[in-house]
């Protein structure tokens, strides 16, 4: 009975030890074994980096041009941001030295112009667009400055502080949302392994999320997703962007704002802020 | 521990790793009811001519000039479907559900459920080929789809021609379509790109985001039935409503109404790109206020577009279903 209760134990023991192993070597595939998390840099499924060119389909009449005073269609604005937008006076902008307003982070990706996406250093992710000459830096490894303690915190800007985060594919997958068994002598097609960016903004300066005055307030949280995908040899970047504002919005602003990648940055041509154009 | 029992301990451990590995590709349930909610003007168009924005080809540009609206209102158009690009402009919400293989249980493939006036897309996922150019091509076209990470792809071709902007462009049936489907939560945004080798000069891009609702409240799904909308088109049934080159009298509306120059209301490439702005500095008046279509508080609406029937623009106070805008925010 000893004999057999050894080896009952030193089975279960075996067991164990490779099931352990097993474990690792699936967190291993995947990166995640028990080692120090890898900087954002090396850790990225994905290559944002580049120059990217808003391509403006949508929304083009409050984009492209400055649109009149009164022009408030598609935003949910509460009562006391009508009131605010109807009071918009570029020239007063302009003497208070603000005309970047509508070149916040809320606002900015949706301004036409150019993107460049570098990294500045492993865990800060640089943003910098030719319209308004602006830079955003979105920063791996930290919380967003609303969870971070006060003495973290800087000093309220167009571009507020920005929490990134690497967001990957699930780990484990239902069978019933696995594809079925390819067709018989058809290739199965190159799969990317994905990833996406959420980043989540807040510390802001209020500003215009339209040119002509409808505001969003110093609470504002932005929430973006960023994503990237290939298509016929063009590269694309959505931006899935949530604007936050309970003061001047009656619900969270959402749109998804497309970009393509371009060869170079021939084309980069960096105009300063307008309050008026 | 014998050999033999180590065999078959390392059988089993092997088993239990096969089983709860993960797959080469991650994916995620898409299924359910998913309502319409990005804030922007995918399918509205105010003005009966609005390429803004739209990289259509001269022949593309064509097209749309000689459209009348009004031919919607003749008997055989009235239930003429939208293509499948109408699920970035359209009002409606999605249903999507997932059909499986009854014996693998794996996913055949993703279902989005048709509106009244557009066919639903399946989007199979067990790698078929599409069919061949010379292929029957459907409201719906043949839709084949693989996984990227998270993001659900997919390609649709074999699609007749239709409207791609309330009324105002339209692709061919030439043309393809790829979407990306990428939930977040209870969010999920759709990318599509549109490609036309016959009335686009390059990809037209759109995206809309969705969010997870908990029923199908909003869904159309009764029959179209044709009814005379139009009693010259009664008298005269031959007649099918359209504008001759160079006669369609609405291509300088939205000057009128917004200053914007014709030739960036006419469309065409140049038009989306940043630098176009270099072009609008000089040729755009601004309007001293909103006069049309202002959204909230909007002052009293202005239309001077001709009034009844199909051919005519959205009016003032939109009723839901065709030829309607989304409504006012």
């Not at chain 1, 291993?28 to 954002?40: I, S, Y």
């Not at chain 2, 390609?155 to 409207?163: E, L, N, Q, S, W």
């Not at chain 2, 049936?173 to 939930?183: E, H, M, N, P």
Request: glycine residues 8%.
């Amino acid at each position: 009975m000893k004999g057999v209760s050894n080896r009952f134990r030193l089975q279960a023991a075996v067991v164990a030890a490779m099931l352990a192993a097993a474990g690792a070597a699936t967190e291993a595939q995947r990166g995640n074994a028990n080692q120090p998390p890898q900087p954002a840099k090396v850790a990225a499924p994905v290559d944002l980096t580049g120059n990217w060119v808003s391509m403006v389909t949508q929304d083009w009449r409050w984009r492209m041009v400055t649109p009149p005073k009164g022009d408030y269609r598609g935003i949910p604005m509460t009562p006391e941001a009508l009131k605010l937008a109807q009071a918009w006076d570029p020239a007063k902008d302009e003497a208070a030295g603000e005309q970047c307003r509508s070149y916040g982070a809320p606002a900015l990706m949706s301004v036409p112009g150019r993107v460049r996406i570098s990294w500045q250093d492993d865990q800060t992710l640089k943003v910098e667009t030719d319209a308004g000459t602006q830079t955003r830096l979105l920063r791996f490894g930290t919380k967003p400055p609303g969870a971070s303690p006060a003495a973290t915190r800087t000093a309220r800007s167009w571009q507020g502080q920005s929490a990134a985060e690497w967001q990957m594919a699930p780990r484990n997958v239902p069978v019933n949302l696995r594809p079925a068994d390819r067709v018989p002598g058809v290739a199965a097609p190159a799969i990317g392994k994905g990833g996406t960016i959420k980043v989540v903004t807040s510390n802001l300066r209020p500003g215009y999320l339209r040119k002509n005055g409808v505001p969003y307030s110093e609470n504002t949280v932005l929430t973006e997703y960023w994503e990237t995908f290939k298509r016929d040899g063009d590269q694309w970047l959505t931006i899935t962007t949530l604007v936050e504002d309970p003061r001047y919005l009656r619900q969270t602003r959402l749109v998804a704002i497309p970009f393509k990648k371009e060869a170079d940055g021939s084309k980069w041509e960096p105009t300063p802020c307008s309050s008026r154009w | 521990m014998t050999s033999r029992m180590l065999v078959r301990t390392l059988a089993a451990v092997l088993s239990f790793t096969a089983l709860t590995a993960v797959p080469a590709s991650a994916q995620i349930d898409l299924s359910g009811y998913w309502t319409r909610e990005s804030d922007v003007d995918n399918g509205y168009s105010r003005e009966v001519v609005d390429l803004l924005g739209i990289p259509v080809s001269a022949d593309g540009r064509a097209k749309a000039l000689s459209y009348d609206i009004a031919s919607l209102s003749a008997t055989e158009r009235q239930c003429q479907m939208y293509p499948p690009f109408y699920l970035f402009t359209g009002p409606f919400p999605l249903k999507i559900w997932s059909e499986q293989d009854p014996i693998t249980q794996k996913l055949v493939a993703w279902e989005i459920d048709g509106w009244g006036d557009r066919g639903g897309t399946k989007i199979y996922m067990d790698g078929r080929p599409h069919p061949s150019p010379y292929g029957q091509h459907t409201h719906e076209g043949f839709t084949t789809g693989s996984w990227d990470g998270n993001t659900l792809t997919a390609v649709t071709t074999h699609f007749k021609m239709g409207d791609i902007k309330r009324h105002t462009s339209f692709n061919s049936d030439r043309a393809t379509i790829t979407y990306r489907f990428t939930r977040y939560g209870d969010l999920l945004t759709v990318t599509g790109i549109l490609e036309d080798p016959v009335y686009l000069a390059e990809p037209y891009v759109l995206t809309e985001i969705f969010r997870q609702g908990s029923g199908a409240s909003g869904f159309p799904l009764t029959a179209c039935e044709p009814i005379e909308e139009l009693p010259t088109l009664h008298e005269n049934p031959a007649l099918v409503p359209h504008y001759l080159p160079g006669e369609n009298k609405w291509t300088n509306e939205l000057t009128q109404n917004r200053g914007i120059p014709v030739e960036a209301a006419l469309g065409g490439p140049q038009t989306m790109y940043p630098e176009y702005r270099k072009v609008l500095k000089d040729t755009y008046k601004m309007p001293d206020k909103c006069k049309v279509d202002c959204g909230t508080a909007a002052p009293a609406q202005v239309s001077n577009a001709p009034a009844g029937g199909r051919g005519a623009p959205p009016p003032p106070a939109p009723a839901g279903g065709r030829g309607a805008p989304p409504p006012t925010q």
